[in-house]
């Protein structure tokens, strides 16, 4: 059970992380440029790049422990 909730709080962790970092980089843009360009599209790009990433971790990290490797 343990397991699945590493990787749930991965793939949520990953999601949050993308998204924070596609914030930044409006944030960076508007002060270089000084117009505000959101697109829905390109938020839904970095949720699923996220979802992706923290997928792939927390698998990874579920079965190193459930393989019991050290460290895990």
């Known amino acids: 059970m343990i397991n ?5 709080f991965s793939i ?3 999601i949050h ?3 924070i970092a ?7 843009e508007y002060v270089m ?3 505000f360009n959101f697109e829905l599209t390109s938020a ?3 949720l699923k790049i996220g979802a992706g990433g ?4 927390g698998i990874g990290i579920a079965l190193l ?3 019991g490797v050290k460290g895990f």
């Open 4 to 8: 699945i909730l590493f990787a749930l």
């Open 65 to 67: 422990r459930y393989f």
């Open 22 to 28: 596609y914030a930044l980089l409006l944030t960076i």
């Open 54 to 57: 923290g997928g792939i971790m």
């Open 12 to 14: 949520l962790a990953g």
């Open 44 to 46: 839904w790009h970095y």
């Open 17 to 19: 992380l993308a998204e």
């Open 33 to 35: 440029i000084g117009s």
